[in-house]
């Protein structure tokens, strides 16, 4: 089955700065590269996600990039906000509509 | 439209009790998913319902059941719950169409088992 690494656990940068998540997946056929942010006692919310045919997406400040050959794919969040602290989750998908997440990334945004 | 809801919001259970999760949806989606998220592991998927009327075990099925009501509804199931299964429980839907594939995630269903 799938298995998603995700790096790092916790990321603290400084207000204005740039964010980057990483993630590894295992299985060849997943098609699908969700990032999901979770804010604290909520359900997690999508905020970008990339298909297997495309190498790289952006909207706004945030920007995914995904590499087939090595089978990894990154979160980019540009000039960060307080309101951009939360835990952060990559997935990978397959035909199925399965997904299996990375351990999360737990982001500070500090003023 | 409210999305996806869940309900209990919190449960407290004791060890050999069972109870029912609720979860609805009424976006028209085909497809539902239960999950679970533990500290330090991410959401791992219990099981899930490509579309109404069928039902597959996902990453952890052991000591759950579902049941798919109708196209709107999903149910989860804990027979004789256990300590271990304390955990949030989210459950979520995909439209499942073409490209569409996002899943929408509820605000979860905090358990405590003692």
């Known amino acids: 089955g799938e298995n998603v690494e995700q790096h790092p656990s916790t990321l603290s940068v400084q207000e204005g700065d740039s964010a980057v998540i990483k993630c590894t997946y295992s299985?060849?056929?997943?098609?699908?590269f969700p990032w999901y942010k979770q804010e604290l006692g909520k359900g997690p919310q999508l905020i970008i996600d990339i298909r297997s045919n495309v190498g790289e997406k952006k909207d706004q400040r945030i920007a995914v990039t995904l590499n087939k050959t090595a089978k990894h794919f990154s979160l980019h969040i540009t000039e960060t906000q307080p309101e951009d602290s939360a835990v952060y989750f990559c997935a990978g998908g397959d035909s199925w509509g399965k997904l299996q997440f990375g351990a999360g990334t737990q982001v500070v945004v500090t003023p | 439209n409210a999305g996806v809801t869940q309900t209990p919001k919190f449960q407290v259970l004791k060890t050999g009790q069972s109870m029912t999760l609720q979860c609805a949806q009424d976006m028209n989606h085909n497809s539902m998913y239960w999950y679970r998220q533990d500290p330090g592991m991410g959401l791992r998927l219990i099981y899930y319902?490509?579309?109404?009327?069928?039902?597959d075990k996902g990453e952890v099925p052991n000591g759950y059941n579902v049941s798919r009501l109708n196209k709107r509804e999903f149910s989860l199931r804990l027979e004789s719950a256990a300590p271990s299964q304390t955990s949030v429980y989210f459950c979520?839907?995909?439209?499942?169409?073409?490209?569409?594939?996002?899943?929408?995630f509820g605000p979860g269903t905090r358990l405590l088992v003692l």
């Open positions: 319902s490509a579309s109404e009327g069928t039902t």
């Open positions: 979520a839907s995909s439209p499942r169409t073409g490209e569409q594939e996002t899943q929408y």
């Open positions: 299985d060849s056929a997943s098609n699908y």
